[in-house]
Every structure is written in C-alpha cells, then in structure tokens.
C-alpha cells in the first residue's frame, strides 16, 4: 500500500503540489490526470524518489520511501523518453539491473528476458541496439525492462506521449496485459479512453490539489466543473 500524506513539492517560491493525500491499495490501477503543468508528473517523480519532497511524507507498506533499502527492486519506473542505454542492445538493456543487483544469474535474467521478448513479439530484435528501434518498440522494450525486476509498484509517466497512433496503440495493449500480473500500477497519461478501459480508479489533479478521486464511472458523471471542463477538452 502507498501512503501519501499532506505532501508539498516546491521549486523555489513556485509552489507545484500542496497538501496531496491519497492512498493507494495493493494492486491497483490508479491513473493520475489534469492540464499540463497541473503537477502530476511532479507527483510521480516524487514516489519515484526522483524528486525530494518539500514537505509531508509518503510510504510504502508503513515505511518511508526514503528509507527503504534497496526500493528501485519494489518500485519501477517507466518514463515518456524511453532511458534505454543507446550503447547495449535489447537484451543487455533488460538483464543489466537484475544480474548487476544480484537478483538473478546472467543464465536466469537471460531466459526471463527472452520469454518476455517473444511474449511481445519482439524476440527477433533482441540484439539490436535502441537506435534500431521504432518508438513504439522501445517504449514496449522499457516496460519489459521494469518487468524484469519484478516490482511490487510501476510507475508509468506519459508513456505514450512521444508515440505515433499506431505506435501508441501497441503500448496500450502491452499495458492492459499487465493487470493480470497483480501489481500496482500508476500511469500519467493524457490518452483519456485507454485509461476509461485501464484504471479502476481516477485521480484528477487541478490548482495544485487533488480535486477529484473517484472511480471510473464517477469521475465521468462528475459535477466537478474545473473536471467536467477538462474531460470536455481532451475528448
């Protein structure tokens, strides 16, 4: 379970995020909305240990993130940009962090890798390197990298927003597979159908504050207004 509790993040005087408190239980698929710069990602950054918290705290089965040992094994992270080493090639990419971190022998991350890999019918580019690859394909390559370390959490930032249609759709169907794998998952995203299909739950961010938490169906029947603007827009 993540705890977040009265959470703050600031840059400066320019404050981005204030007083957040959600929780969010084991297993489930939360997805995070709002206008652009309304501070989701910031949010997700801020689970990911990527950015420090201003203020308040957030937890992860009681303990605080920060001290947490070893939390890049119960957390992944998947991000818009793609960070795939551009100087290893596909299969390097996704046995590096579980062989370097002794979570498996070379033999064992190698053979999970492959199954993966022809699970999304893209063992034939195994030995290509990320410059070789569509966008779509590295973006479906970096999911499987954060499968390989077999996180509790994924976290998922705008993975599809540098992505053609086509592209994109291939992410998409690779992620509504991972909600058999009994993991949470927390996605950023502006593609509002795919997460009216994916998420159980909603969480609409505006002004900084979470304004709206709500399941799928509730969150379209809202009488938000500042919500019902937004969902209006991006349709």
């Given at each position: 379970?993540?705890?977040?509790?009265?959470?703050?993040?600031?840059?400066?005087?320019?404050?981005?995020?204030?007083?957040?408190?959600?929780?969010?239980?084991?297993?489930?698929?939360?997805?995070?909305?709002?206008?652009?710069?309304?501070?989701?990602?910031?949010?997700?950054?801020?689970?990911?240990?990527?950015?420090?918290?201003?203020?308040?705290?957030?937890?992860?089965?009681?303990?605080?993130?920060?001290?947490?040992?070893?939390?890049?094994?119960?957390v992944g992270m998947v991000f818009q940009s793609f960070n795939l080493f551009e100087n290893l090639n596909v299969l390097d990419n996704l046995i590096l962090a579980p062989v370097k971190l002794k979570l498996m022998t070379k033999d064992e991350?190698?053979?999970?890798?492959?199954?993966?890999?022809?699970?999304?019918?893209?063992?034939?580019?195994?030995?290509?390197?990320?410059?070789?690859?569509?966008?779509?394909?590295?973006?479906?390559?970096?999911?499987?990298?954060a499968l390989m370390e077999n996180p509790k959490i994924i976290l998922f930032d705008e993975p599809t927003s540098s992505l053609d249609p086509q592209m994109t759709q291939e992410v998409l169907e690779l992620m509504k597979k991972l909600s058999?794998?009994?993991?949470?998952?927390?996605?950023?995203?502006?593609?509002?159908?795919?997460?009216?299909?994916?998420?159980?739950?909603?969480?609409?961010?505006?002004?900084?504050?979470?304004?709206?938490?709500?399941?799928?169906?509730?969150?379209?029947?809202?009488?938000?207004?500042?919500?019902?603007?937004?969902?209006?827009?991006?349709?």
């Open positions: 379970m993540i705890e977040i509790k009265d959470l703050c993040k600031s840059y400066g005087d320019k404050e981005i995020l204030s007083n957040i408190n959600l929780t969010i239980s084991d297993n489930e698929i939360v997805a995070i909305i709002g206008k652009s710069g309304c501070g989701k990602s910031t949010l997700l950054r801020c689970i990911s240990r990527l950015e420090n918290i201003t203020k308040g705290s957030i937890y992860i089965d009681n303990e605080d993130i920060n001290n947490i040992k070893d939390y890049y094994k119960k991350a190698i053979k999970k890798a492959k199954k993966y890999l022809k699970d999304i019918n893209l063992l034939n580019k195994i030995n290509e390197y990320p410059k070789k690859l569509s966008g779509g394909e590295k973006q479906r390559v970096a999911i499987i990298r058999n794998l009994n993991i949470t998952i927390i996605v950023v995203s502006h593609e509002i159908n795919f997460i009216k299909e994916f998420a159980q739950r909603i969480i609409y961010i505006d002004n900084k504050k979470v304004v709206s938490d709500a399941n799928v169906i509730d969150t379209f029947n809202s009488h938000n207004e500042s919500l019902k603007e937004f969902l209006k827009d991006i349709k």
